[in-house]
């Protein structure tokens, strides 16, 4: 059978996507930090590739989206799975990485939206892939001033698929041993909370209100790609092959007569499947999308925003009669539009190919947030507010004033200044920077006030915020 094949066009991602992750990347090399010393240190996974390149050879090619979870959470070998990717010594940085203030100003916004829901008197705090845990480190030291919010959390829930990071996480948080559960994982932070670790949102409990933060983790949920064809609708797939020769997509580098050895490469399956029948026809925005369109979509992050949306909307009682918790997105990805060809790989803090050594670089997506918008307000009673760029909502919760409180308890010029840098990075907007690239979006209970930082206000006691 004839596959019509495509190699990876990496230049035109790399100008492209300049402005995400590998903004970092960018600084940091400016900063003259030898591109040796990013590198990291795991040795390419050769097994992964050997192992996936089976499997297609075998039962023909597999979806963007299995070779995006192979590739991430593997096991044996997904990149994941085995390492600790953050830092300068990893792969990239995130928010809660360049600053205190970050993880300072999500907590602020939980207390407020609390507050706004008339203070329910048992929480539990949840978190999507915590990374290394640096946000909920500098959340829980937040709250710790905030004694009426402190003490109505019962418990924290984290979902990790990583044994690794979850040690990590372990460290960051709890001087307390860990210990196996039936279910998963537990411990006790520092501050004497409760805290467990569970592989799947699915198996955390729903009996609590829920607090629930999502940093960077719905961009790591596997997407599939479809392109419209003049026969319908066709999942472009990852296939192992010798590319053809004559693409213009070449990979930088590679020789337009390649080497004729198999490669992964993309696509475009020339029949319909299940899929590819049922995802394209599940929106009216790729309905009316013309021939030759692409789109990303990514079920299983729609079945996350289902799963928030109704932990919500559940909480519902007499008291609460909307419901009540709240989750908080931050992620980066257009506001409006459908994601296309977005899937990006970043290896010490440079962008590679998808598709080279799989399992040894970080692979992400765009997140389509109009997506979890509709699956949210459709699937469960909530609000949804946003997405607003991170640098206008982290100005809405008063990162300003915070950093120039931060900056006069430095004692130090070089203090100082750095206080000034991290600020300046988490909120820059020029340049596609990640003030601007990152977005923030909210579900909250229907019918409860706009949250700060969309636009709302602070609700004081005996103020249900009638605006
Ligand atoms: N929120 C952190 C880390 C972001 S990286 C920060 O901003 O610093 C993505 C995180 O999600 C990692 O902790 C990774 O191990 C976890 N992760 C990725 N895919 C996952 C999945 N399918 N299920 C659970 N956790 C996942």
Same mark, same amino acid.
């Given at each position: 059978m004839m596959l019509r094949t495509r190699t990876f066009n990496c230049l035109r991602r790399e100008s492209s996507l300049l402005p995400l992750r590998s903004l970092v990347a960018r600084r940091l090399a400016s900063q003259g930090t030898p591109a040796t010393s990013l590198r990291s240190s795991r040795q390419p996974s050769k097994e992964l590739g050997d192992v996936l390149a089976d499997v297609i050879k075998t039962t023909g090619p597999i979806s963007v989206a299995a070779y995006m979870r192979q590739c991430l959470t593997n096991p044996d070998s997904g990149y994941y799975i085995n390492k600790d990717p953050f830092g300068v010594e990893g792969d990239f940085i995130t928010s809660p990485e360049i600053s205190q203030m970050f993880g300072e100003v999500v907590a602020i916004w939980c207390i407020t939206e609390w507050m706004a829901q008339r203070r329910p008197q048992q929480i539990r705090l949840i978190e999507l892939g915590p990374g290394r845990a640096a946000l909920l480190r500098d959340m829980l030291k937040a709250f710790q001033s905030f004694v009426p919010f402190k003490s109505t959390i019962v418990d924290i829930c984290l979902v990790e698929a990583s044994p690794t990071?979850?040690?990590?996480?372990?460290?960051?948080?709890?001087?307390?041993?860990? @210990?196996? +559960?039936?279910? *998963?994982?537990? /411990?006790?932070?520092?501050?004497?909370?409760?805290?467990?670790?569970?592989?799947?949102?699915?198996?955390?409990? @729903?009996?609590?209100?829920?607090?629930?933060?999502?940093?960077e983790f719905f961009d790591a949920l596997p997407i599939h790609q479809f392109?419209?064809?003049?026969?319908?609708? @066709?999942?472009?797939?990852?296939?192992? /092959?010798?590319?053809?020769?004559? +693409?213009?997509?070449?990979?930088?580098?590679?020789?337009? /007569?390649?080497?004729?050895k198999p490669k992964f490469n993309l696509t475009v399956l020339p029949y319909y499947t299940p899929s590819s029948k049922v995802g394209p026809e599940s929106s009216s925005r790729y309905k009316k999308l013309p021939v030759n369109a692409k789109i990303e979509i990514s079920p299983e992050s729609w079945d996350v925003a289902k799963d928030l949306a109704l932990r919500i909307s559940e909480q519902r009682s007499p008291e609460f009669p909307t419901g009540s918790g709240a989750a908080l997105v931050i992620d980066y990805g257009p506001a409006e539009t459908i994601p296309v060809d977005t899937l990006r790989a970043i290896k010490g803090h440079h962008f590679v190919s998808p598709f080279e050594e799989p399992g040894t670089a970080d692979l992400s997506a765009d997140v389509d947030f109009t997506a979890l918008k509709s699956v949210a307000e459709r699937e *469960?009673? !909530?609000?949804?507010?946003?997405?607003?760029?991170?640098?206008?909502?982290?100005?809405?919760?008063?990162?300003?004033? @915070?950093?120039? !409180?931060? $900056?006069?308890?430095? +004692? +130090?010029?070089?203090?100082?200044?750095?206080? $000034?840098?991290?600020?300046? %990075?988490?909120?820059? %907007?020029?340049?596609?920077?990640?003030?601007?690239?990152?977005?923030?979006?909210?579900?909250?209970?229907?019918?409860?006030?706009?949250?700060?930082?969309?636009?709302? %206000?602070? !609700?004081?006691?005996?103020?249900?915020g009638i605006e």
């Amino acid at each position: 059978m004839m596959l019509r094949t495509r190699t990876f066009n990496c230049l035109r991602r790399e100008s492209s996507l300049l402005p995400l992750r590998s903004l970092v990347a960018r600084r940091l090399a400016s900063q003259g930090t030898p591109a040796t010393s990013l590198r990291s240190s795991r040795q390419p996974s050769k097994e992964l590739g050997d192992v996936l390149a089976d499997v297609i050879k075998t039962t023909g090619p597999i979806s963007v989206a299995a070779y995006m979870r192979q590739c991430l959470t593997n096991p044996d070998s997904g990149y994941y799975i085995n390492k600790d990717p953050f830092g300068v010594e990893g792969d990239f940085i995130t928010s809660p990485e360049i600053s205190q203030m970050f993880g300072e100003v999500v907590a602020i916004w939980c207390i407020t939206e609390w507050m706004a829901q008339r203070r329910p008197q048992q929480i539990r705090l949840i978190e999507l892939g915590p990374g290394r845990a640096a946000l909920l480190r500098d959340m829980l030291k937040a709250f710790q001033s905030f004694v009426p919010f402190k003490s109505t959390i019962v418990d924290i829930c984290l979902v990790e698929a990583s044994p690794t990071l979850r040690t990590a996480q372990h460290s960051n948080l709890c001087d307390s041993a860990m @210990r196996e +559960t039936g279910d *998963g994982f537990s /411990s006790i932070t520092r501050y004497g909370l409760p805290i467990k670790w569970y592989t799947n949102l699915k198996e955390v409990p @729903r009996d609590v209100t829920s607090f629930i933060i999502a940093h960077e983790f719905f961009d790591a949920l596997p997407i599939h790609q479809f392109e419209h064809t003049q026969h319908g609708w @066709r999942e472009i797939m990852v296939d192992y /092959s010798i590319p053809e020769g004559k +693409t213009p997509l070449s990979l930088p580098g590679q020789t337009r /007569s390649l080497d004729h050895k198999p490669k992964f490469n993309l696509t475009v399956l020339p029949y319909y499947t299940p899929s590819s029948k049922v995802g394209p026809e599940s929106s009216s925005r790729y309905k009316k999308l013309p021939v030759n369109a692409k789109i990303e979509i990514s079920p299983e992050s729609w079945d996350v925003a289902k799963d928030l949306a109704l932990r919500i909307s559940e909480q519902r009682s007499p008291e609460f009669p909307t419901g009540s918790g709240a989750a908080l997105v931050i992620d980066y990805g257009p506001a409006e539009t459908i994601p296309v060809d977005t899937l990006r790989a970043i290896k010490g803090h440079h962008f590679v190919s998808p598709f080279e050594e799989p399992g040894t670089a970080d692979l992400s997506a765009d997140v389509d947030f109009t997506a979890l918008k509709s699956v949210a307000e459709r699937e *469960g009673h !909530v609000a949804v507010h946003g997405p607003v760029e991170q640098g206008d909502w982290l100005h809405a919760l008063g990162i300003g004033a @915070r950093a120039t !409180v931060l $900056a006069n308890q430095q +004692t +130090t010029p070089e203090g100082k200044d750095r206080v $000034a840098k991290e600020y300046h %990075r988490l909120v820059e %907007r020029s340049g596609g920077a990640m003030g601007k690239i990152y977005k923030v979006m909210a579900f909250t209970p229907g019918e409860t006030p706009t949250p700060v930082g969309f636009g709302g %206000r602070v !609700v004081e006691d005996d103020d249900q915020g009638i605006e």
